[in-house]
């Protein structure tokens, strides 16, 4: 079955450390991998995507994420963490059909 | 280029009573999903429109929840009677074809509290 998982429900970071937030995977298939953001009250908001090509993926922001068949994972990265990136994030996978198919989420703190 | 837009932001209801979801997606997007957020959890999706037609509805507990897309664009959501475990955030989103590449876009959500 397809499914997404998320190993850390919350993490904490003080601002300008580097931040990994980490996504496994099952599917199939080539698997069609999405990040999105939600701030507190607000709808999620793509934060990048891969289907394709490169399996170093640029989004906003300063995101990034690496996608490793091998580990079936899909984990984001930022170099320098902002206190403005206190959100929660999901990472996703499209499945056929075009429906995402959502990991439980990881809650991000950051520390002045 | 506005946004996916949803109404009401917020309702609190008695368990056993009804309650409506509007939304309206981007101008010309053709497909139109609603998903259902339970705290501490991911989206999960309840029903898929293409157009004014069903592509998914799997996961719809139809024997409380029904959805319509009438003419292609705006929807609506509804439950009745609603139970105490329909508390969530309902999540309305759209992209222009339903692909799988596609960007899904969300609204901010209708936040649901049953008592």
């Known amino acids: 079955a397809q499914s997404v998982t998320q190993p850390d429900i919350h993490i904490t970071v003080s601002e300008g450390a580097s931040l990994e937030l980490r996504c496994n995977y099952s599917?199939?298939?080539?698997?069609?991998l999405f990040w999105y953001v939600q701030s507190p009250g607000q709808g999620l908001q793509l934060l990048l995507k891969?289907?394709?090509?490169?399996?170093l993926v640029q989004g906003i922001k300063g995101f990034e994420a690496e996608f490793k068949r091998s580990q079936s994972s899909f984990n984001l990265r930022k170099p320098s963490v902002h206190w403005s990136d206190a959100a929660e994030y999901f990472c996703?996978?499209?499945?056929?059909?075009?429906?995402?198919?959502f990991g439980q989420g990881t809650e991000l703190s950051v520390k002045p | 280029e506005a946004g996916v837009a949803q109404s009401p932001r917020y309702k609190i209801i008695e368990k056993r009573q009804s309650v409506a979801f509007w939304c309206n997606p981007i101008?010309?997007?053709?497909?139109l999903y609603w998903y259902q957020q339970i705290l501490g959890q991911g989206p999960k999706l309840l029903i898929q429109?293409?157009?004014?037609?069903?592509?998914?509805d799997s996961q719809l507990p139809k024997d409380r929840f029904s959805a319509e897309r009438l003419k292609g664009v705006d929807s609506t959501l509804k439950i009745q009677p609603a139970k105490l475990e329909d508390s969530a955030v309902y999540l309305c989103?759209?992209?222009?074809?339903?692909?799988?590449?596609?960007?899904?876009?969300f609204g901010p959500g209708t936040r649901l509290l049953v008592l």
């Open positions: 989103a759209s992209s222009s074809s339903g692909q799988r590449q596609e960007t899904q876009y």
């Open positions: 599917y199939g298939a080539t698997p069609y």
């Open positions: 891969y289907f394709s090509g490169d399996t």
């Open positions: 996703a996978v499209g499945d056929q059909g075009g429906k995402l198919i």
């Open positions: 101008s010309g997007h053709a497909t």
């Open positions: 429109f293409q157009n004014n037609g069903v592509v998914d």
